[in-house]
């Protein structure tokens, strides 16, 4: 197996979705985050946000809401069961909101390889903007694909 | 309610209080592919993961990420949080025991707002990194 570098410029097309509060609750429930400003509007408000809040790293299930989702293992032609999480990285410029409608766009911008190939790696960009047009985050990720093939080296 | 850091009383060195968290639980892993819209298999489905060469399903890293958002969003409120990220060090397994812990590790300022760089950390109960991060926070 060897990735194609000549993907690495590759821009994902944008989609856009909303944040919702029911959502943002099962994401909590399941990390058990039970801070109220992500779950009552009330709190949240008082605490100086414009509504329900996101947790930092709901930004990534928001990504998941993508309608082409799995774009990246069907431009790679990789398994789902040979990728791990290699980093994550987020920058935040605002709070994101139940309600809010986000637009995410992706782009591949780096694909290497170490141990001999045995191990690529595969850098993605990520932008997301609200309803107003406004940055309100950026993320960097690295996917891990682990070559099926080097075992058998 | 986070209070924000107060940023003349903040010192490099000082320890965020930590977390200690339940064993990873299969439950939690099937509530957080639903939650996180990860529906990855290697994570719920154990036929899967072996097939894969695993010897059991896996925590989703952006789980334990999760974890190491809640201790910056118990130091800091999540408004004031510019940047989190960190690498995935090694695999968390189910059954797993994971601290998170963090510390101050400078403070500048930039554009006017005054930054405090935490290191960050979720750490399972044989004494190995699982995540190795960084945040940075404004403080007041």
């Not at chain 1, 990520?126 to 960097?140: C, F, I, R």
């Not at chain 2, 059954?95 to 590790?105: A, P, Y």
Request: aromatic fraction near 8%; glycine fraction near 10%; charged fraction near 25%.
């Amino acid at each position: 197996m060897e990735l194609d570098k000549k993907l690495i410029g590759h821009t994902f097309k944008p989609f856009t979705t909303t944040v919702e509060a029911g959502k943002i609750r099962l994401f909590c429930k399941a990390i058990g985050e039970e801070d109220p400003i992500y779950s009552d509007e009330a709190a949240a408000k008082a605490a100086g946000y414009r509504g329900i809040t996101a947790p930092l790293t709901f930004l990534r299930a928001l990504q998941a809401d993508d309608p082409n989702k799995g774009g990246l293992l069907r431009l790679l032609n990789v398994d789902i069961g040979l990728i791990l999480h290699g980093e994550q990285h987020f920058e935040y410029f605002a709070p994101v909101v139940v309600g809010d409608k986000v637009t995410c766009q992706e782009k591949v911008v780096d694909i290497y390889d170490k141990k001999g190939g045995a191990l690529w790696f595969v850098v993605q960009e990520m932008e997301m903007k609200d309803q107003t047009g406004k940055l309100v985050a950026k993320g960097k990720g690295v996917t891990v694909v682990r070559n099926p093939d080097a075992a058998k080296k | 309610m986070t209070t924000i850091p107060k940023f003349d009383q903040v010192k490099v060195g000082d320890e965020l209080k930590p977390l200690v968290l339940p064993p990873v639980s299969r439950h939690q892993l099937a509530l957080y592919c639903g939650g996180s819209g990860d529906h990855n298999p290697i994570h719920v489905d154990l036929d899967f993961a072996k097939k894969f060469g695993f010897k059991d399903v896996f925590a989703h890293g952006m789980l334990s990420m999760a974890f190491l958002g809640r201790l910056v969003t118990s130091y800091a409120p999540n408004n004031k949080v510019r940047k989190l990220g960190t690498r995935f060090t090694s695999i968390t397994w189910v059954g797993d025991v994971i601290t998170v812990s963090g510390k101050v590790t400078g403070k500048r300022e930039e554009n006017g707002e005054k930054l405090i760089e935490l290191e960050v950390r979720c750490t399972n109960q044989n004494g190995q990194d699982t995540l190795q991060g960084n945040a940075t926070v404004a403080a007041a």
